[in-house]
């Protein structure tokens, strides 16, 4: 098991904004920095701007000025891993916290990252229950299937279902001692880097811990269109992580890709022989009474229980498509992910 050295009496903390065109979001991201209690806490914050071209280096500049502790860094190549490396990498911090521009933290979110990395030296890293925000109903609805279980199984950060050691949280806080110890995050990987990070961070001795002490709200993106090209780079990337660490690392990855084989194997299969058609449908049957019941749980109206049902499809459909795709592209035919595989849709 891995022991992380005691934290000075003025813990120095880095946060790593990866950012690009992010007008309508990056001020309330940095103004909640602000307003966060940073009490006995030597705190700075990196935005890695990915060359934006919407206003929003002028936000960022502007707020810089009155809180020199807030500084903007161009990130020349615009993707998450080389903003998160071009945050980290240079020394001068014991904690280095990953953020998402989307998102608002609460007032005690670094305090919290703080005390309980001090208290668990066992732990590299730390984080949070994240909070759904919406701009409009189709946001609502899918925020509501992300954070359900059934949506997305154990993503403990998403449901809040879980306050422990798990396997991956997202806007993770991390001891500067991992990075020494392990790296930095995959420049490779577009999707899934924060994944692949931990993983790596698990293997390595060090345990992963989340708390519903550490809360932080997210603006969920109002498009079912935008949700499935997402979620097929993640299950196109994830078979790319599989590939470089020559493993499955996590199980729950694998369930939307027997799904969708379920959908076109079993579809197939119903054609050729027909008695097949009635237990394909049961199945097909079987899943929709599972989405609506648990829709029915996710919503807080009753007019979102059918978006609700179509963001779960949508995710399931997507990533397992990606997957399956990916085993082909980057398994059989052991190819390199294509330029199209390296667009950001976040």
């Excluded at 003025?10 to 307003?35: A, D, G, H, Q």
């Excluded at 030597?42 to 809180?67: K, Q």
């Excluded at 992300?146 to 991390?174: I, L, Q, S, W």
């Excluded at 790319?240 to 939307?256: A, C, D, E, K």
Aim: hydrophobic share 45%; with cysteine; proline share 4%.
């Amino acid at each position: 098991m891995s022991i992380g050295k005691p934290l000075g009496p003025v813990p120095t903390v880095r946060v790593v904004i990866p950012c690009r065109n992010e007008v309508k979001y990056i001020e309330r991201c940095l103004v909640s920095l602000v307003n966060a209690d940073r009490t006995g806490l030597a705190v700075e914050v990196w935005v890695c701007d990915g060359l934006s071209d919407d206003g929003t280096p002028a936000i960022i500049d502007r707020i810089s000025a009155v809180h020199p502790w807030i500084m903007r860094v161009d990130n020349t190549a615009r993707t998450t891993p080389h903003a998160m490396n071009i945050g980290l990498r240079p020394p001068g911090y014991e904690v280095g916290i990953i953020l998402g521009a989307h998102a608002e933290v609460d007032n005690a979110f670094l305090q919290e990252n703080i005390r309980l990395l001090a208290h668990h030296p066992e732990v590299g890293c730390v984080g949070g229950v994240i909070e759904n925000v919406y701009d409009d109903d189709t946001s609502r609805r899918i925020g509501a299937a992300m954070g359900h279980p059934f949506g997305v199984g154990n993503a403990h950060f998403r449901t809040g279902a879980k306050d422990g050691e798990v396997d991956t949280v997202a806007f993770g806080a991390y001891r500067r001692e991992v990075f020494d110890r392990i790296g930095f995050f995959d420049e490779r990987l577009v999707r899934n880097q924060d994944d692949e990070f931990n993983y790596r961070v698990v293997r390595s001795g060090w345990k992963i811990r989340l708390s519903h002490k550490i809360r932080s709200r997210y603006y969920v993106r109002a498009s079912f269109a935008r949700l499935f090209r997402q979620y097929r780079q993640y299950g196109y990337w994830k078979v790319y992580v599989n590939r470089i660490h020559g493993s499955i690392t996590t199980v729950r990855q694998l369930i939307p890709a027997v799904f969708v084989a379920y959908l076109l194997i079993g579809g197939l299969a119903a054609v050729i022989w027909s008695p097949l058609a009635g237990l394909y449908l049961v199945g097909i049957l079987l899943y929709l009474l599972v989405a609506k019941i648990s829709a029915m749980r996710a919503a807080t109206r009753l007019s979102d229980v059918a978006g609700i049902v179509w963001a779960f499809l949508i995710l399931h459909v997507s990533y397992g498509w990606g997957y399956l795709h990916g085993i082909w592209d980057l398994l059989v035919l052991r190819r390199e992910p294509g330029t199209k595989s390296h667009t950001l849709t976040r």
